[in-house]
């Protein structure tokens, strides 16, 4: 299946979830920086479409929980939205934070040679565009030879979209409770890793997806004990708000002595 031994050889066993978002706003350039400082070499983001069809990162679907706007993130467009302080409902320290874009993302990933994970995360009735628009940032702004981003989503409709007009572009199903339809979908979606809800993981489960040859990434585990027996299960990647916190504790853990 295209894509999935580079994923496999690619991706590390921490992963943070939206930026290092524990210590600074959630899917904003700052926190990307953060995760770089703590050590992460991958990060996830969400990614959504503003009115006049931007590609932006945000996770929900109005503006109050992260920004100092109101309303629906669909009814602006991204002059307005870029107007918005993203920063300082997480502290002072970050006022002025903006809604990133999903261009100008990518192009701080480059920077900083940051392997990336972009969750689809549509507003509701717009799962098909959402994925084409993806799909278009990424022709137009990922350098060709290097290895695509890792396209994940809850959104069925999405990644069926992407699968149609990017096959070559690596996918993963975002999942939480596993079952056997979940399973089913994935090999009907092509896609090459599963992401599923730390709670729910089992070892079976693990060990069914490692013998097709897909690697299983868990959100969102902030202790660092707990993510020791994910990854001593078989477990690929962590998804963790805090990535330094988890490889410090990880590294502490393979000293002798420890």
Same mark, same amino acid.
């Given at each position: ?9 690619? =991706? ?147 990644? &069926? &979209? ?31 890793? =599963? ?64």
């Amino acid at each position: 299946m295209a894509g999935m031994e580079s994923i496999t050889a690619r =991706l590390a066993p921490i992963v943070a979830h939206r930026g290092a978002s524990a210590a600074a706003p959630e899917n904003t350039l700052a926190a990307i920086r953060l995760a770089k400082t703590e050590g992460a070499s991958w990060v996830e983001v969400d990614v959504k479409l503003s009115r006049d069809r931007v590609c932006i990162l945000m996770h929900d679907d109005h503006l109050k929980r992260t920004t100092n706007g109101r309303g629906e993130v669909a009814q602006y467009d991204l002059d307005e939205l870029q107007q918005l302080d993203a920063g300082s409902w997480f502290s002072r320290r970050f006022a002025g934070e903006r809604i990133p874009t999903l261009e100008q993302t990518l192009g701080l990933c480059l920077e900083l040679d940051l392997e990336l994970n972009l969750e689809i995360k549509p507003c509701p009735g717009r799962q098909h565009e959402t994925a084409l628009a993806v799909v278009e940032d990424l022709r137009r702004h990922w350098p060709a030879g290097r290895p695509w981003p890792l396209i994940s989503s809850f959104a069925v409709a999405s990644l &069926e &979209e992407v699968r149609l007009h990017a096959p070559e572009m690596p996918r993963g199903l975002l999942i939480g409770r596993p079952t056997r339809r979940g399973r089913d979908m994935l090999d009907r979606l092509e896609c090459v890793t =599963l992401h599923c809800d730390a709670r729910r993981v089992s070892r079976d489960l693990v060990r069914r997806l490692a013998a097709t040859g897909r690697p299983v990434l868990c959100y969102t585990v902030n202790d660092p004990h707990r993510a020791r027996r994910l990854l001593e299960m078989g477990v690929t990647s962590i998804i963790t708000d805090r990535p330094g916190d988890l490889r410090s504790a990880l590294v502490a853990r393979q000293r002798p002595g420890q």
